[in-house]
T-cell receptor, first 114, second 118 residues
Framework: NAGVTQTPKFQVLKTGQSMTLQCAQDMNHEYMSWYRQDPGMGLRLIHYSVGAGITDQGEVPNGYNVSRSTTEDFPLRLLSAAPSQTSVYFC?????????????FGPGTRLTVL | AQTVTQSQPEMSVQEAETVTLSCTYDTSESNYYLFWYKQPPSRQMILVIRQEAYKQQNATENRFSVNFQKAAKSFSLKISDSQLGDTAMYFCAFMKPISGGSQGNLIFGKGTKLSVKP
């Protein structure tokens, strides 16, 4: 199993550009989520999904869109990038029925918006 | 709303010594889960240890153990025999059980940067 994969690993954008951060998992997990990590702020939840076709907002959803058309994929879209979105982005997944409730994290994407 | 507080932004310890990282949280729930995650310079988030609130026994994983004080809402991590590879950011996280309206989202503290010195 590859676990949770994220592409790209690094990205530089100009203000106003759009892009999609990709996330995929091969563990058949129902739950997937996106976090952003900023210095001194820990990880904050952007959006999450409890299954295909179901998404909801987290703590910091503004400026981001998500959709979940398959169990495996959960892309995060920035429609018009802003410097405030410079951050490290993590995707995570978890089995809804796991007795251990462990979330598995991808390797992260470092995004810089100029 | 739940909050998680890590009051030590940075700590250092000598190799082979013991260090304790602090975490407090605020919740009105009686059942929940607590986690410590390690983030080395590689950036990968690695689960170190977990604790279920309904279990009184403190969790242990090899050199890592927790001191869970439910009444005080405290969840500290003790690292024994510190190794150079323990150098990392450590995040404390809280999760409500997956039931009712909860989807089991993680709430993180701001992290403690631990440096292990040779």
């Amino acid at each position: 199993n590859a676990g949770v994969t994220q592409t790209p690993k690094f990205q530089v954008l100009k203000t106003g550009q759009s892009m999609t951060l990709q996330c995929a998992q091969d563990m058949n997990h129902e739950y997937m989520s996106w976090y952003r990590q900023d210095p001194g702020m820990g990880l904050r939840l952007i959006h999450y999904s409890v299954g295909a076709g179901i998404t909801d907002q987290g703590e910091v959803p503004n400026g981001y869109n998500v959709s979940r058309s398959t169990t495996e994929d959960f892309p995060l879209r920035l429609l018009s990038a802003a410097p405030s979105q410079t951050s490290v982005y993590f995707c995570a997944s978890r089995s809804r029925d796991s007795a251990y409730n462990e979330q598995f994290f991808g390797p992260g994407t470092r995004l810089t918006v100029l | 709303a739940q909050t998680v507080t890590q009051s030590q932004p940075e700590m250092s310890v000598q190799e082979a010594e013991t260090v304790t990282l602090s975490c407090t949280y605020d919740t009105s729930e009686s059942n929940y889960y607590l986690f410590w995650y390690k983030q080395p310079p590689s950036r990968q988030m690695i689960l170190v240890i977990r604790q279920e609130a309904y279990k009184q026994q403190n969790a242990t994983e090899n050199r890592f153990s927790v001191n869970f004080q439910k009444a005080a809402k405290s969840f500290s991590l003790k690292i024994s025999d510190s190794q150079l590879g323990d150098t990392a950011m450590y995040f404390c996280a809280f999760m409500k059980p997956i039931s009712g309206g909860s989807q089991g989202n993680l709430i993180f503290g701001k992290g403690t940067k631990l440096s292990v010195k040779p």
